[in-house]
């Protein structure tokens, strides 16, 4: 529902393309995407459902409070993330679960959004050690996301947010997202986590490229 949801609203906020480099996506997979705005999941999902995708998603547990959002969340298998609590680790158990009944599953290595009030792009941030744990207990393949162009939809303080979302019908933002080839990742997590950060990081930046963004050029 999410993802249906996702592909009907974003070409009325912009102009949508994308890439990929490996056409088969047949699960399970770790899809590992970088976070700039509160658009880009909804970006993600609707580029995923064009080649075929439709994942589950590792999201804050504070969505699970409204009530028909919640509804939605969990009738289609979607996991919440109760970070800082004892409960933070039901994730990747929910995590690993789907992924071994061959689904993919979403996830975000940064776990935040970045505090800029720009709306340039910009490389990722450091990753958590998130997508590397569940890699390790999942033995599932990463596949890097690159997205750009979101926080040309939403991005700054809630006022300038607001505008930004209710604008973007008539502005008509140009939006890329890249799918990267799948890869292993290294048991260790360290070494896995910094992996999988270039990975994204090098997806971003063909999707960067795309716009003509020029940070992806110095990056």
Known sequence: ML??????????????????????????????????????????????????????????????????????????????????????????????????????VLIYGEGRLPSRTDAAEAAPEAFRSGPARLASASGAPLIPIGQAGARRITSGSHTKQLAGLLTAPLRRPRLHVHIGAPLMLPTEIDAASAVAHRAVTEAWRTAALHLGEPAALAA
């Not at 249906?4 to 047949?26: C, H, K, N, W």
């Not at 504070?62 to 109760?82: A, C, E, S």
Request: aromatic share 4%.
């Open 3 to 104: 993802s249906r949801i996702a592909a009907t609203v974003v070409p009325a906020l912009g102009s949508m393309t994308t890439s990929a480099e490996f056409p088969d996506f047949q699960g399970p997979g770790i899809l590992v995407a970088n976070h700039t705005s509160l658009a880009d999941p909804g970006i993600v999902l609707a580029a995923l459902r064009r080649v075929g995708i439709e994942p589950v998603i590792l999201a804050t547990a504070g969505l699970w409070r409204i009530p028909v959002l919640r509804y939605l969340l969990d009738r289609d298998g979607h996991v919440p993330v109760h970070r800082r609590t004892a409960r933070a680790a039901d994730a990747l158990d929910g995590a690993v679960a789907a992924l071994r009944a061959g689904r993919h």
